[in-house]
Structure formats: structure tokens, C-alpha cells
């Protein structure tokens, strides 16, 4: 059984930072690639940052430039840094995992269905104050 648990989300004011991770477990890492995705009241979930099978990182413009996606195999974690926080990044922030992901990039999941993800995480909500 897959599984997937993010941590790290909370309140933060206007240009405050926050880092996100997702623990895997269940399989083998290397198996499938990950990727951040978020869903705030009322929209679609939507692809925020991805980390293909050769390392390069894919930001929406959303956040390009303010985000960053990174991974320790060692310890099967994915993590979101996200500075220069904007009210209009509070959601619900889902980690995700699908062997699609190891060779397209976070623009072509702009707006996943959550049968288009093998596994998703259980959520964390991230919550930016003005």
C-alpha cells in the first residue's frame, strides 16, 4: 500500500515562508515521481511543482520564482519551500505521485482530475494572512 503524508503546513503572513514535506512509503521511490498540487475553496486542485525522473524541476507560473521543489531519497521525502507568500496561495496543498510525472512536466497536469495521480497524500492546508 502507497502512502503519502505531507506536513510542514500552517498560518503565515503576507511574504512569510513556509516548507512542506511529503513522506513516501510503500514503494519503491524511484519507481514514480512527485509533484505539489493544491486546491483551494471552491477551485479545481491544480499542479503547483513537479521533479521528473532527471531531476528538473517545473513550476506553474503561479509560483515560479517563489516556490522551490526538491527531494531526499535517502529519506523517500519530497519537500515545497515556498517563500514571498501571497493570500491568493492559501489552499490546501497535496503532494501526488504517478509515473507520468517522471518525464512531463507540471503544466500538463494544470488541472488534474485526481484519477489523472496514482496517489495523492491526505493534504495540508497552507493559509496566507494580507
Known amino acids: 500500500q502507497v502512502q503519502l503524508v505531507e506536513s510542514g503546513g500552517g498560518s503565515v503572513q503576507s511574504g512569510g515562508s513556509l516548507t512542506l514535506s511529503c513522506a513516501a512509503s510503500g514503494y519503491m521511490y524511484a519507481s514514480y515521481c512527485m509533484a505539489w498540487f493544491r486546491q483551494a475553496p471552491g477551485k479545481e486542485r491544480e499542479g503547483v511543482a513537479a521533479?521528473?525522473?532527471?531531476?528538473?524541476?517545473t513550476y506553474a507560473d503561479s509560483v515560479k520564482g517563489r516556490f522551490t521543489i526538491s527531494q531526499d531519497n535517502a529519506k523517500n521525502t519530497t519537500y515545497l519551500q515556498m517563500d514571498s507568500l501571497k493570500p491568493e496561495d492559501t489552499a490546501m496543498y497535496y503532494c501526488g505521485a504517478d509515473h507520468a510525472l517522471c518525464f512531463l512536466s507540471i503544466e500538463q497536469f494544470h488541472t488534474p482530475g485526481t484519477g489523472a495521480i496514482s496517489y495523492w497524500g491526505q493534504g495540508t492546508q497552507v493559509t496566507v494572512s494580507s
Open positions: 521533479l521528473n525522473d532527471d531531476g528538473i524541476a
